[in-house]
């Protein structure tokens, strides 16, 4: 199994926040670990084998260039052959200009790619017929054009949202956020929803399970009382409901010293950061 992440390349900065790949047998990948929110939108390229997620009514195999929108529930998704994975994950808050869609309509949503990018159609086939080594340099160019779109002075209050509510760990209140960023409650409200996709308190309850995540994992020896303290929940029971409404498990749950996919990711992944 192989996991890491590829220098973010200067293009594409502005709009990414991260490049990672995945690769491995189906037997090193299969464990059906929920994949947890963080506020990211992400473009998912297979080169191998497709995967399959769960839905109440059954499997549905995803397509090759997937995109998955914020997620505020946990998704669990499942290889069926060798397994080859390229992601790109975007700046909170970038994503939005990138693909030139209002972000609401993303929500929870996992679709093809090529419904809001359709430039990028059959990316991941010429991805696989590259040697790995010339993977990253393709990728690039063909991404470059979409995020060049991205205009930062135009998104200077988000940003600065977005940079409160990471320096907090998400224990704050949407009126000190409107306050801090100089706009009001509403119209903060309406720029999350149009270029982050999710409300404020959306953001804040994600960042905020996201570095409990990381306290479980670097303190084992906290108790559940002491982290629920330390991150503003009114107890250990109200952390656990949050943490089971964000990602089906406990903290502790999720926890584990499997290599799976969605672990790693976990591992390596920071909380939600400004520029």
């Not at 992440?5 to 929920?34: C, H, I, N, S």
Request: glycine content about 8%; charged content about 20%; overall charge positive.
């Amino acid at each position: 199994m192989e996991f890491g992440y590829y220098p973010t390349p200067p293009p594409l900065a502005a709009a990414v926040k991260a490049v990672w790949f995945a690769r491995g047998t189906k037997a090193e990948f299969d464990v059906p670990e929920p994949i947890v929110p963080d506020g990211c939108v992400e473009l998912v390229l297979n080169l191998a084998g497709r995967f399959v997620q769960v839905e109440a009514n059954g499997m549905l195999r995803q397509p090759r260039e997937l995109l998955v929108g914020q997620m505020t529930r946990p998704t669990v998704a499942s290889p069926t052959g060798e397994v080859d994975l390229i992601g790109v994950r975007f700046w909170p808050g970038r994503a939005g200009a990138v693909l030139r869609t209002p972000m609401w309509e993303l929500q929870d949503h996992l679709i093809a790619a090529s419904d809001v990018l359709p430039g990028i159609q059959g990316l991941a086939d010429n991805l696989r017929s590259l040697p790995q080594s010339e993977r990253l340099s393709h990728l690039t160019g063909v991404l470059t054009p979409y995020c060049a779109r991205v205009a930062p002075d135009r998104l200077r209050s988000v940003d600065a949202a977005l940079s409160h509510i990471a320096t907090t760990r998400g224990v704050l209140s949407v009126e000190w956020l409107a306050e801090q960023s100089g706009i009001t409650r509403r119209h903060l409200e309406r720029q999350f929803r149009d270029q982050v996709g999710l409300r404020v308190k959306q953001v804040a309850r994600i960042t905020r399970i996201q570095s409990v995540l990381a306290i479980v994992q670097s303190h084992r020896s906290w108790s559940g009382a002491e982290i629920a303290a330390r991150f503003g929940y009114s107890d250990q029971a109200h952390l656990i409901h949050e943490c089971r409404a964000l990602t089906g498990s406990t903290p502790r749950q999720l926890v584990t010293t499997e290599r799976s996919l969605s672990g790693m990711m976990r591992e390596q992944r920071r909380p939600l950061s400004g520029r």
